[in-house]
């Protein structure tokens, strides 16, 4: 099985259990502290990566060139408006379309490419994201009253365009990672995907982290002191979050970032699998036909 495959996998999973940490930090956190935390305790963890494999492997690190900050501030940037309005979604009462249109990432991030990188996909790669995005849309609003019927005429709503702008954002995110770290391949004397996938991570975080630092002090100063009292589930949150990410971006300069993203909706079977043997709820059947396509989608990924 390819290295990106199973390091995708494996981020997915981290990534659900940051979800969860994240979740337990909102009651104590606002929307901005709880994301500033993820970004700014990740900080350690993603120097400690990038230094330590300096030091095991002996190489020395990549030159900061033109097209690397200007993509990985694209990226840093995206990221964080992203995930701003996936937040926003929430204030709306009929916020479960937003939240499934956001989902239309993987696709999003393959036009993205295509557009502007001219990546091109296999017809089989294009069937499996379609596949995968449309389970993870069924899983969203399968809880709801609303019917595929209903998500695909509520297209044009402001929640549907709020949630689609925030797959577009995620999408071009995800683009701009892998473009930067193979932007650094120039300065180094051969490519190397944990070294380039590190060096980006422990800029970009850097980045944001000075960004939401800036707007917590102008906007939000009490929040330094909710930050500072929940310093330990935060230091996890930073922990978990920064090791999802570092492998993101090892499998994202291994493989384009359409196909990561697609894979990645695995991620839903593991939240999905979560709610079921630990909470207990029940199975209905959008969600088990939402199951049954991410799976497929997968499958198409994995062999094709």
Not at 178 to 189: F, I, Q, Y
Not at 195 to 208: D, P, R, V
Not at 244 to 253: I, K, L, Q, V
Not at 266 to 291: P, Q
């Amino acid at each position: 099985m390819p290295t990106w495959i199973l390091i995708t996998i494996s981020a997915a999973f981290l990534q659900n259990i940051r979800s969860v940490l994240q979740k337990h930090l909102k009651g104590a956190l606002s929307t901005t502290g709880a994301t500033f935390v993820r970004f700014a305790f990740g900080v350690p963890f993603a120097l400690l990566y990038l230094f330590g494999y300096v030091w095991l492997s002996g190489k020395d690190l990549p030159v900061f060139n033109g097209p690397f900050l200007f993509w990985v501030m694209m990226a840093a940037v995206g990221q964080i408006g992203a995930q701003f309005l996936l937040v926003h979604l929430f204030s709306f009462r009929n916020f479960t379309v937003g939240t499934a249109y956001s989902r239309t990432e993987p696709a999003q991030a393959a036009l993205f490419a295509f557009l502007f990188f001219s990546e091109t996909l296999k017809i089989s790669a294009l069937v499996a994201i379609g596949v995968a995005v449309l389970g993870v849309m069924l899983i969203s609003v399968a809880r709801t009253t609303l019917s595929i019927r209903t998500l695909i005429t509520s297209t044009f709503s402001r929640t549907a365009l709020i949630g689609l702008a925030s797959g577009f954002l995620f999408g071009v995110t995800a683009a701009s990672y892998r473009k930067a770290s193979l932007s650094l391949e120039p300065t180094m004397v051969a490519p190397d995907y944990i070294l380039q996938a590190s060096f980006t991570l422990a800029t970009a975080i850097l980045i944001q982290t000075i960004l939401m630092g800036i707007w917590i002090t102008f906007r939000e100063r009490e929040q330094w002191g909710c930050v500072a009292r929940a310093w330990k589930p935060s230091l996890a949150t930073g922990f978990v979050g920064a090791s999802a990410s570092f492998g993101w971006f090892m499998a994202m300069t291994l493989q384009q970032a359409a196909l990561v993203k697609a894979l990645a909706q695995v991620e839903m079977l593991f939240t999905f699998a979560s709610s079921v043997f630990i909470f207990k709820e029940k199975i209905n059947r959008l969600e088990l036909m939402g199951c049954g396509l991410i799976v497929c989608g997968v499958l198409i990924l994995v062999l094709g």
